[in-house]
C-alpha cells in the first residue's frame, strides 16, 4: 500500500501498486471502524493479496490478507521519510491501470532494504536512476544530451533543464551547473548498472547524489514534497 486518505466518516481509499493492474485506487468500507476486518492488514508499506469487486467509480476492497509486512521497521522515522519519498515517485510516475511489473520488482526490493538498511538514505539515489531507467527517462551517462558526444576528459555538468548530463562544450559559460569528475561518472555508471552487471554501486557520492536530486525534480517538475532529514 502507497498511500490512504480519508472518506466519509468510515472509509478510505488506498493506492496500490499491484503485479497485474500496476496503480490502483480503491475504497476501504468501514476500514476506519475499530472492529474492521481490514483494519491493521492495510498498512503503509504492506504487501498483501487482495480480493476486490468493481464499484461505481472505484473498486472496492472485499478481503486483504498480508503476504509480507514490513511496517514495525518502516515506522521509524528516518525509515518512514524514505519510504515515503519512494511512495510519492510511484504515485507520480505510474499512470493508473497500467501493469508495471519492473517496477513492482524494483519497488518490492527498494522497501525491503529500506526497512533493514543501516543508513536507508542512502539508498534513494540508485533506486531513483534505476526508476528513471525502467520507465525509459534515465539519460546516458556517458555522453553528452545534446550533441551525443562521449564526455571528453572524464568531466561532465549536469543539466537538469535538459534532463541530464552535457560536456564542457556544450555548457553555456553563465550557467552555475553541478560539474562531475572522473571519480563521479564512475559511481554513476555504477549506481545506473543493473545488479546483474556485477558491478552495481549502492552508495552515490554526494554530487551525484545532488546531480539525482535534481533529475528527479526535472521529471516530477518540482521538488519532492518528501523531505529527509
Known amino acids: 500500500m502507497l498511500r490512504a486518505r480519508p ?46 469487486h468493481r464499484g461505481r467509480s472505484l473498486d472496492v476492497i472485499v478481503s486483504a490478507d498480508i503476504v509480507r509486512s514490513s511496517w514495525e521497521r518502516l515506522v521509524e522515522p528516518e525509515r518512514f521519510a524514505v519510504a515515503q519519498l519512494v511512495a510519492e515517485f510511484i504515485d507520480a510516475f505510474c499512470e493508473p491501470d497500467l501493469a508495471v ?11 525491503r532494504a529500506v526497512a533493514t538498511h543501516d543508513d536507508p538514505r542512502s539508498l534513494v539515489p540508485r533506486f531513483s ?11 546516458p551517462v556517458d555522453a553528452c544530451v545534446r550533441c551525443g558526444l562521449a564526455f571528453e576528459d ?22 552555475d551547473l553541478i560539474e562531475l569528475d572522473a571519480d563521479d561518472l564512475r559511481n554513476l ?20 547524489a ?20
Not at 14 to 27: H, N, P, Q
Not at 210 to 229: D, N, W
Open 7 to 52: 472518506l466519509g466518516e468510515a472509509d478510505r481509499i488506498f493506492t496500490f501498486l499491484s503485479t497485474e493492474r500496476g496503480k490502483i485506487d480503491a475504497v476501504g468500507k468501514g476500514v476506519r471502524r475499530a472492529k474492521s476486518h481490514l483494519a491493521g492488514r492495510l498498512e503503509f508499506g504492506n504487501e498483501c493479496e487482495l480480493q476486490m
Open 129 to 139: 536512476l534505476r526508476l528513471l531507467s525502467v520507465l525509459g527517462l534515465e539519460p
Open 189 to 208: 555508471a555504477d549506481l545506473a548498472a543493473a545488479r546483474l552487471s556485477g558491478r552495481a554501486a549502492v552508495r552515490a557520492r554526494p554530487r551525484v
Open 154 to 175: 572524464d568531466h561532465a555538468f549536469v543539466d537538469a533543464e535538459m534532463g541530464g548530463f552535457i560536456c564542457a562544450s556544450c555548457r553555456e559559460r553563465w550557467r
Open 101 to 111: 511489473p519492473d517496477v513492482y520488482a524494483l519497488v518490492d526490493g527498494m522497501l
Open 210 to 229: 545532488h546531480a539525482v536530486e535534481q533529475l528527479i525534480a526535472h521529471h516530477l517538475g518540482r521538488k519532492p514534497r518528501t523531505v529527509l532529514s
